[in-house]
């Protein structure tokens, strides 16, 4: 029997080290200055001519609204942009500045390229030699992607996601606003009743849901104010199939204790009366349709979808429970319905509405509501490179923001892929794995999310268990621990690593035997929901049937959401970066993975590792290791922890005992970092305002470290910069100081949470010299000294051995608290 052992505190050094700040501008010397002023002068005078007013019923309030090219190399800060008599609206992801200004002939502008181009006598502001071009904002930079896609056609009444640039002031974006639906009600009639039915105006957002015809969208379209006008989205459900087990009797299911955390499920509903659900359900509810208007069957649930999330949700492994003919569910149950029968979202409001108010109304009710599980996506919106955050992910990030006092985690399924480019079902089975790396196998809104969990599918590993020898059902994944062959994959914006995790979510069975019966050459039958290789979880329609089978990311993420919770009840004063780094840290690689994505130990390649990161994420978590620690399996954490941002933390990790280090098997170390920074969808240059990273050292006196990184940061020079301390250190002091973690500092630091990793050989060196010394450093990108002084994370480290012999726990827990009685007599 494995033992459980509580986690071990993380010795910090008190000591915090700050950074030193970069400069606001990095640009191209120009050949010909005076050349390349007149041209930038040259866009300006076309910009700020007066334009012939077009016959435009909408006539707003004409917002000098433009792009800055910057070169290859150029950046300018924030900072610098407003003292050019510029405000700063966005960052593109290809480097571009969209502003605007109130002062419509660009006065300081001008005044500054002119002394810039010598013309003038005074300072030559050099930073503006990082601008390639001043241009305008053009109509095509106003059509959403889901608009793009499926163009309004000229008789139809379309509900359309609006989104205007915010200037910074909310009482200027509601004019906006007011005039628009004022307009929208004077170009409506009874055949064409055009409205703005919902609104949203936010800290840096300005959305409202409109219904428009062809014509007035094409005016919208040419207003500068308008940022974008998309369809709006819609959820995309799986399918599947009613499961008779034989179920002779259960033991009467017990509510859980009142202080277990709570999971809201939003979805399609919850049906109630669900006799393994009624006894665990907290409250359902609709949103936010409180005169049933749209969704007229209650919180029940009519497609089935919500209430298959929500057995998974509460009781982690439904196959199991029934196995043991025992259901002891382990979290209370919320359910907020937020699509019809038909498995829409109301068109006349932002879906960013109805999360809002769902998990407002739910969070503020009931304190032990930690875990928001979201099994929805939108198909049509998938992740392309270099794209900026979707509008509903980035919703959900600042919900996560706004309310990090209750320690929300949220978890959102990845999403479903289907390889597009098969000719036909066997070619999928061909082409299996493959074809996941594909851009169109690329994860969707809202599992962007910065600071929720994303969660991919994996499959069980079986065949049909009804139909085990029939050789024309074949599952396609075959091996448990195989990617699902639907699930979709990363990275996510800014690079970050998503997935961020995977579990059970399904296979899909090719049935060759329904193409030979119809005589189909070509066209085979997928099944996502067949005994053995799909999910089980609870049916809607339990006066049938208890129990359903189910395929999809869907149900994976549900999985999570459990586990997120079982360690909310155990650690209920935890942080929700500390449940998370708890999960990643927990995370394995399956046994088996397909050959082209396995990598090699710490020789890896960099894109061998990125392929592998982009399918399973950190790996599959595991309650037991995430909650526990062992004999031969140590977890050192510290909660809650504010850093400076712009500064370093020092932490130490004891000693590694000799029998460790000498006993064969598989030794590995791990760091889990996790931090819930600002986030800003309009920045494409960084979409964290705040982002963090750490490096680890070993065989090296900590004095050593710390007096490199303080020097660091008092220096003017810039080889002398932090960023540079840990090559010169490795310089003087040789490459076998640095602990060389996988994935690498350049691609894990993306993200809001991080992993890096290393196993131990025998001819590893120097981890048998003393303590270890671990840097975690804060670092500021958009967000401003006034307004984000104080960023919160948490911290794991981890080590493990295979031998179970190995007292690794106890040995780590006397030097702890040797240390800490040597701190107390200090």
């Known amino acids: 029997m494995v033992s459980k052992f509580e986690h071990l505190k993380l010795p910090r050094i008190n000591i915090e080290l700050p950074r030193r700040s970069k400069p606001g501008f990095g640009g191209n010397k120009r050949p010909n200055i005076s050349e390349h002023s007149k041209h930038l002068l040259g866009q300006i005078a076309i910009l700020t001519e007066p334009v012939k007013e077009k016959n435009n019923p909408f006539r707003l309030d004409p917002k000098l609204i433009f792009k800055l090219k910057m070169a290859k190399k150029g950046y300018i800060s924030d900072d610098l942009v407003t003292l050019t008599g510029l405000n700063c609206l966005a960052r593109e992801p290809n480097k571009a500045i969209v502003v605007f200004s109130s002062d ?160 809201l499920v939003i979805d399609s509903g919850v049906q109630r009366g669900h006799p393994l659900i009624a006894p665990v359900l907290g409250e359902a509810e609709v949103f936010p349709d409180a005169n049933r208007q749209f969704i007229k069957g209650g919180p029940d649930d009519v497609n089935g979808h919500g209430t298959n999330v929500a057995g998974i949700a509460i009781y982690g492994d439904v196959e199991n429970c029934i196995k043991q003919r025992s259901f002891d569910p382990t979290a209370w149950l919320f359910s907020a319905r937020v699509t019809n029968d038909e498995n829409q979202y109301d068109e006349d409001l932002l879906v960013e509405t109805q999360l809002d108010q769902a998990i407002r109304a739910f969070v503020e009710q009931y304190p032990n509501c930690k875990v928001i599980n979201i099994s929805l996506g939108n198909a049509d919106q998938i992740y392309r490179e270099d794209q900026k955050q979707f509008r509903l992910a980035a919703k959900i990030d600042e919900i996560a923001y706004q309310y990090q006092h209750k320690n929300i985690v949220f978890v959102i399924s990845a999403g479903n892929a289907f390889y597009e480019e098969a000719k036909s079902d066997e070619q999928l089975r061909i082409d299996y794995p493959n074809y996941l790396l594909e851009k169109s196998a690329r994860i969707i809104d809202p599992a962007t999310s910065a600071i929720a969990l994303t969660v991919g599918s994996l499959s069980f590993g079986r065949g049909s268990i009804t139909e085990p020898s029939d050789v024309r059902r074949q599952a396609i994944a075959k091996l448990q621990g195989y990617p699902s062959p639907f699930t979709r994959t990363g990275f996510g914006v800014d690079g970050m690593i998503k997935p961020d995790v995977v579990d059970f979510g399904g296979d899909l069975v090719l049935d060759l035997s329904y193409r030979e019966s119809l005589d189909l050459p070509k066209t085979n039958i997928l099944s996502d929901n067949v005994a053995g290789v799909s999910v089980l979880t609870l049916s809607k329609d339990y006066y049938n049937s208890l129990f359903q089978l189910c395929s999809g990311t869907s149900f994976a993420a549900p999985r999570v959401a459990n586990l997120a919770a079982q360690l909310f009840t155990k650690y209920p004063d935890a942080s929700s970066n500390l449940i998370r780094a708890l999960i990643v840290n927990s995370a394995v690689l399956p046994e088996e993975i397909p050959p082209e994505f396995q990598s090699k130990g710490n020789n890896s390649s960099t894109q061998q590792i990125k392929k592998q990161l982009a399918i399973y994420g950190y790996g599959q978590p595991e309650l037991q290791r995430a909650m526990y620690s062992a004999e031969n399996y140590v977890v050192l954490s510290k909660d809650n922890i504010s850093i400076k941002v712009g500064s370093f933390h020092i932490y130490e990790i004891p000693q590694l005992p000799s029998d460790f280090l000498k006993k064969k098997g598989t030794r590995i170390l791990s760091i889990t970092l996790a931090f819930d920074p600002p986030t800003r969808p309009t920045r494409g240059d960084s979409y964290l305002g705040v982002t963090m990273e750490f490096d680890l050292f070993k065989g090296i006196d900590r004095e050593i470290v710390k007096n490199a990184y303080e020097t660091a940061t008092k220096t003017s020079l810039p080889d002398e910069s932090p960023d540079n301390t840990k090559t010169k250190l490795k310089e003087k002091h040789g490459a076998g100081i640095e602990v060389t973690l996988s994935p690498t500092s350049t691609v894990r630091k993306k993200g809001t949470i991080q992993r890096g990793q290393v196993e131990i050989f025998d001819r590893s060196t120097k981890y048998d010299r003393g303590n270890m010394t671990l840097i975690v450093s804060c670092n500021r990108k958009w967000a401003k000294p006034d307004e984000i002084e104080i960023q919160r994370y948490a911290l794991v480290a981890c080590i493990s051995h295979s031998d179970p012999t190995v007292d690794l726990y106890n040995r780590m827990k006397i030097q702890i608290e040797q240390r800490e009685r040597i701190r107390g007599r200090v």
């Not at 369809?231 to 995309?236: G, I, M």
């Open 104 to 263: 419509n002939q660009l006065t300081e502008f001008k005044k500054r390229l002119e002394n810039y181009s010598q013309i003038t006598d005074g300072p030559k502001y050099e930073y503006l030699g990082a601008i390639d071009d001043v241009v305008p904002l053009e109509r095509e930079d106003r059509i959403g992607r889901l608009l793009e896609l499926k163009p309004v056609e000229s008789d139809e009444l379309a509900a359309l996601d609006l989104e205007l640039w915010h200037t910074g002031d909310r009482k200027e974006m509601k004019k906006y606003l007011d005039d628009i639906t004022e307009t929208l009600e004077y170009l409506s009639s009874d055949t064409a009743p055009m409205r703005m039915s919902d609104r949203y105006i936010g800290e840096y957002l300005c959305i409202a849901r409109i219904k428009v015809s062809h014509e007035v969208l094409e005016f919208l379209l040419e207003e500068k104010i308008v940022k974008e006008i998309d369809r709006p989205p819609q959820p995309a459900f799986e399918s599947t199939a009613d499961y008779n087990l034989p179920i002779v009797s259960f033991p009467e299911v017990v509510s859980p204790p009142e202080d277990n955390c709570g999971i």
